[in-house]
DNA sequence: GGGAAATCCGGACTGTCAGTCCGGATAGCG
DNA sequence: CGCTATCCGGACTGACAGTCCGGATTTCCC
């Protein structure tokens, strides 16, 4: 194992550059306006290079999403309550979905995207286990009689894109999230 | 309005062969061997006759589905309690939920292919709104202290083929049905 | 500082697909 | 039986994901 050798510094350069410019054409056109050769010329950069660094377009895009939300896992695992362990499971359940629903507001056209590549294995995805595992977990806790993993899909699968968008008006970002607070809240039992 | 001249027979017959085949494409390889050129093939059809009944993919797959739930949505507006109008709307949810689930476990494959398809304006399409407005209606109903609107999203957003395949084991093919009216029992608070 | 070898770059190339278009065929009507 | 609205089919376009390899860079070691 190991014997990696560092990346090149021309290689973190042009991977530096192909996000920055995934980012770039998210926020200017829809998510049908990142194709990987507009990608790829925006980044001034191969195609090829594009494939070597992400694999493919979905590894991309998951690239991106993963780094908008590095800092949401590492505050689950390692951080101070109520987002971290030490919380009573409800309040961490609610502390992680406010903490999602921010990422998912900012990012709402990049979590289309990554929807629409995923395609078929969107639930082997490790972000998708961690966050599963997690919410899984505290479901677990809170309510022992019910079916938490099935719980913890259902949760996930709200935080879509495209129903993020439809149900954000402008003027209230975060009332997709105090939607799904309310919603958890309510599962709890506590309604 | 109207002077609509009826569907030539021609027509009606390229139609039903266009929809016959795309059902036995979903059935023997995965929603990704439907394409529209292989559909028209095996229709034994010109590609061009595909497009001008249906407009385009999502169209397609849109009438299909239309057609394995016709009957579920006559049950709902007019059908005997506890599905259609009548029983106590606690019961009429489960009805539903049970009817939905079902042609979802049986469509899993056409369902990706669908989400797929749709992109843009899934929340748009006629079948989903009055899917929609049916939940939301039955939840406001159970629990006018909540966010029916919501809920009904968040309900129908699990209907996903992809975790509905992920979540069925062989063996237990209503599995889903039961999690989700599990899932739907917990949030009007009896569980 | 210099040279060899691992690593990386770029963009031309392939195969596929959704969707368009129009000359020619056909059904339905009188 | 003939006329016209309607429909058919498949060639065509434009765009995209993903592959491949000759040539350029970088890094390592001396």
Redesign the interface.
């Known amino acids: 194992m190991a014997g990696q050798r560092a990346e090149r510094a021309d290689a973190a350069r042009n991977r530096r550059a192909v996000l920055h410019a995934t980012e770039q054409l998210l926020a200017e056109g829809?998510g049908?306006r990142v194709s990987l050769d507009r990608v790829a010329t925006l980044a001034g950069v191969g195609k090829g290079t594009v494939f070597r660094r992400f694999g493919n377009r979905a590894g991309l895009l998951q690239a991106l999403l993963e780094e908008r939300s590095r800092e949401l896992r590492e505050a689950v695992t390692d951080g101070a309550p109520p987002l971290g362990p030490g919380a009573p499971a409800p309040e961490r359940l609610l502390a992680f979905l406010d903490g999602l629903g921010a990422i998912a507001e900012g990012n709402a056209v990049l979590l289309s995207a990554h929807e629409?590549a995923c395609?078929?294995d969107?639930?082997g995805d490790p972000s998708y286990r961690f966050w599963h595992g997690h919410l899984s977990g505290l479901l677990a806790a809170s309510?022992p009689?019910?079916?938490a993993g099935?719980?913890a899909?259902?949760l996930l699968?709200?935080f879509?894109g495209?129903?993020i968008r439809?149900?954000t008006p402008p003027g209230d970002p975060r009332r997709f999230t105090r939607?799904?607070q309310?919603?958890a809240t309510?599962?709890l039992?506590q309604?």
């Open positions: 829809g049908d629409q395609a078929e969107k639930y309510r009689d019910l079916d099935f719980l899909h259902a699968s709200v879509d495209d129903l439809h149900l939607s799904v309310q919603m309510a599962l039992g309604g």
